[in-house]
């Protein structure tokens, strides 16, 4: 069990090769974006920064930051700013290159003020980023065990057959990819409601089932601040079309992509685990939101589980294209409809199980070999589209 993926110098393995461009604060987006359009095999990061939030939202900001930076997939990365004291703390650009470093890759640091304006900065990022890109070019792919693979998943547009075949699918891969040694995070801490306790059951520390408990009364309770029941806002209105019900039967298939081992531990959004295995993160279920989070957890390759029965019927555009911006986000369906209605947009579809021409046994199998062939360089349906969505990080708030 092994695939082809680039050996980094801390022993981690990339399956992709890309230079990282981060613009420290928003002032800096648009050089980032610049820089990134001009030179091929580059990626960058554009939120709405870091202005008006609190100091654990620009800490959570700076994390999504460097953990993407300490991706396996990025082999160097470029911090833009606008001089070295400029702004808050928690975003400077000398602290997120610090941050950076001790994961032994390659950084620069380049600010407005230093290179002498704006457009100095664009041109001398530019050359740094090509004099990267090329370098990265002389790393080569080995092959390497799976027990260096770590995947993230999501799933959502839920229907019936999301239950049923779409995330069990999963489930089995990631079994597989567990007993091999891997790791697998999952996550969307509003579609544990109504299922948290079996899921709790299944971790290995009484604390981490403690803190997930912890995760989703939070959830509710911030929910019914805003005066409205969680349940009046999932299941979304696409679900509901789709035959959902409620929350609690949401939950229920939703939880199947977990599959079936032990929880190895509970993670704040966007943190890393200590080990492999199978980990639960808290996060929010925007596809704007949650692959940035599992890319920043040190996921080379991302998933959406998408159900899809209420999308439009010819050719609809998906729900995210480029989300996981260092770590593909692939795209796959246990709806038999969906997968004959978005063939450029679906990696794969389990649904076999439906039309009952494929076991869940069968489907799995078939869907961890998809996994591991993007891991070794085939690419996903939407790396094949030069787009990046916007990036909605999962902030406590309030703003200011």
């Avoid at 393995?13 to 604060?25: D, E, Q």
């Avoid at 939703?254 to 599959?259: D, H, I, N, S």
Wanted: charged share 25%; glycine share 12%.
């Amino acid at each position: 069990m092994e695939f082809l993926g680039y050996v980094r110098d801390n022993g981690e393995v990339g399956v992709r090769n890309y230079v990282l461009i981060i613009p420290s604060c928003r002032v800096a987006n648009i050089a980032a974006k610049r820089i990134g359009s001009y030179v091929p095999g580059t990626k960058t990061i554009i939120t709405t920064g870091e202005v008006g939030r609190h100091s654990r939202d620009r800490e959570r900001l700076a994390n999504i930051y460097m953990g993407l930076a300490k991706n396996p997939n990025v082999y160097a990365t470029i911090v833009l700013g606008a001089r070295d004291d400029f702004g808050y703390k928690e975003v400077l650009p000398e602290k997120i290159a610090n941050g950076i470093k001790d994961n032994g890759k390659p950084v620069s640091i380049l600010t407005i003020e230093e290179c002498g304006g704006l457009e100095r900065l664009i041109e001398e990022g530019i050359a740094k980023a090509r004099e990267y890109v090329h370098d990265a070019s002389l790393v080569k792919r080995q092959l390497v065990p799976i027990s260096k693979l770590q995947i993230g998943v999501k799933c959502g547009w839920s229907d019936a057959t999301s239950g049923i075949s779409g995330n069990p699918a999963f489930g089995f891969a990631a079994d597989k990819i567990i007993d091999e040694g891997g790791t697998v995070l999952f996550s969307e801490t509003v579609e544990l409601i109504g299922a948290e306790e079996e899921v709790v059951k299944r971790c290995v520390n009484p604390e981490d089932g403690k803190r997930l408990l912890e995760m989703v009364k939070a959830v509710e309770n911030s929910a019914k601040q805003t005066g409205e029941d969680i349940r009046s806002i999932n299941p979304i209105p696409s679900n509901i079309k789709a035959g959902i019900s409620t929350i609690e039967e949401k939950s229920l298939g939703a939880v199947q992509k977990a599959g079936s081992r032990p929880i190895n531990g509970v993670l704040e959004y966007a943190q890393r685990p200590e080990g492999n295995g199978l980990y639960f993160m808290d996060g929010w279920a925007s596809a704007y939101s949650l692959p940035v989070s599992l890319a920043a957890a040190g996921c080379q390759i991302t998933l959406y589980q998408l159900g899809g029965q209420d999308l439009p019927k010819n050719d609809p555009p998906m729900l995210a294209v480029n989300t996981g911006v260092v770590a593909p986000l692939m795209f796959v369906t246990g709806n038999p409809s969906t997968a004959k209605k978005a063939p450029r947009s679906i990696d794969y579809s389990s649904g076999g199980v439906i039309t009952g021409e494929k076991t869940l046994e069968e489907v799995g199998e078939e869907l961890f070999s998809k996994i591991i062939s993007i891991a070794c360089g085939e690419l996903a349906k939407g790396e094949t589209v030069d787009y990046m969505d916007p990036i909605e990080p999962y902030f406590l708030g309030p703003v200011f």
